[in-house]
């Protein structure tokens, strides 16, 4: 199965902020899209920290990592760098030596690189051969256990519109952006039903399952 998990859109429908920079990585304003995460005692286990929240948002937090055996990402989302990689590339993600994965991870890329091991169990695969390609790797990597999409936006949308979506779970934000990238577009949706809705404060849950 192919899962998206905890996938942060404002009120006005915007999955990231315009402008992505390596200072906003998720864009101008982006970053409050995430803050709720890390009130979570889930999100603050994953950046080494104690305490936090056990209420719905941790619980839907627990559910992304529940089962996973593999992830899938656009290049956008592992990191700012454009073009072909240079032969000694330093960048290995926004994460650290120790990323939150512990799994493999495909990125999806025009440009062919080695993989990168990292610490604690992550590898990142660069795939050149497209969704398709991503998804057969990651699903023989998983050994069985479902396979997670994270983002960006495009990489989830080229997804959708190839069907491949199994379960669509998305964090509905109250915080206007006004501008950036917008999720959905004209039948992206089709074929899905809301299987679940749950809130708290900070956050709407919705889940969106296949039919």
């Known amino acids: 199965m192919l899962r998206v998990h905890n996938f942060c859109v404002s009120v006005d429908g915007y999955g990231a902020g315009a402008d992505q920079s390596l200072d906003d990585p998720i864009g101008a304003g982006g970053g409050r ?3 709720w995460v890390f009130q979570t005692r889930t999100g603050r286990r994953m950046i080494g920290e104690e305490g936090g929240s056990e209420g719905v948002d941790d619980e839907m937090m627990r559910a992304g990592e529940t089962g996973i055996g593999a992830t ?5 989302m592992f990191g700012p760098v454009r073009g072909a990689w240079a032969p000694d590339e ?11 994965y512990h ?3 495909f990125v999806l ?6 993989s990168v ?5 992550t590898v990142f695969h660069f795939v050149t051969g ?15 256990l479902d396979v997670r999409l994270g983002g960006g936006v495009s990489t989830i949308q080229q997804y959708l519109r190839a069907g491949l979506v199994d379960q669509l779970h998305l ?18 949706t089709d074929g899905y039903t809301c299987t679940r809705m749950v809130a708290s404060d900070a956050a709407t849950h919705m889940v969106l399952t296949r039919s």
């Open 33 to 35: 899209l995430h803050d």
């Open 72 to 76: 899938i990402m656009g290049r956008n």
């Open 90 to 100: 330093p960048w290995t993600g926004w994460w650290g030596d120790d990323p939150p």
């Open 103 to 105: 799994h493999p991870v």
């Open 109 to 114: 890329t025009h440009h062919a690189r080695p």
């Open 117 to 121: 091991t990292m610490r604690g169990g």
């Open 130 to 144: 497209g969704i398709e390609a991503a998804l057969e790797q990651a699903e023989a990597a998983a050994g069985g």
């Open 171 to 188: 964090a509905i934000i109250p915080v206007v952006l006004g501008r950036g990238e917008r999720l959905f577009t004209d039948g992206l």
